[in-house]
């Protein structure tokens, strides 16, 4: 059984910075896509980035207000915990973080809550003003 538990959220202030964790076990990982989305209260669940566990592989939310440039995603496969570091953070940030898992080895992106299996508990980011 996947299980997934996300850290290190809280309450920083706008242009501050947070790092969320999201520690994966019950599995071998060599061939799981890990995601990272948020949900701001009302609103869907968006993606935000991804990464390939085997190959590092990187991809981020292709929307006008991206967060590419400000949030970057990294993996530690030996503590099987991927991170999501967040510079520069804006109120619009606001947000319940979750981080979801797929198995696929096909190098494929998935950009939807529909294209993953696993997903953790979420952690709060709330960014004043």
């Known amino acids: 059984q996947v299980q997934l538990v996300e850290s290190g959220g809280g309450l920083v202030q706008a242009g501050g910075s947070l790092r969320l964790s999201c520690a994966a076990s019950g599995r071998t990982f060599s061939t799981y896509v890990i995601g990272w989305f948020r949900q701001a209260p009302t609103k869907e669940r968006d993606f935000v980035a991804g990464?390939?566990?085997?190959?590092?592989?990187?991809?981020?939310?292709n929307v006008a207000d991206s967060v590419k440039g400000r949030f970057t995603i990294s993996r530690d496969t030996a503590k099987n915990t991927v991170y999501l570091q967040m510079n520069s953070l804006k109120p619009e940030d606001t947000a319940v973080y979750y981080c979801?898992?797929?198995?696929?080895?096909?190098?494929?992106?998935?950009?939807?809550?529909?294209?993953?299996?696993?997903w953790g508990q979420g952690t709060q980011v709330t960014v004043s003003s």
């Open positions: 990464i390939s566990w085997r190959g590092g592989s990187i991809y981020y939310a």
């Open positions: 979801a898992a797929r198995e696929d080895s096909s190098g494929n992106y998935y950009y939807t809550e529909s294209g993953y299996d696993y």
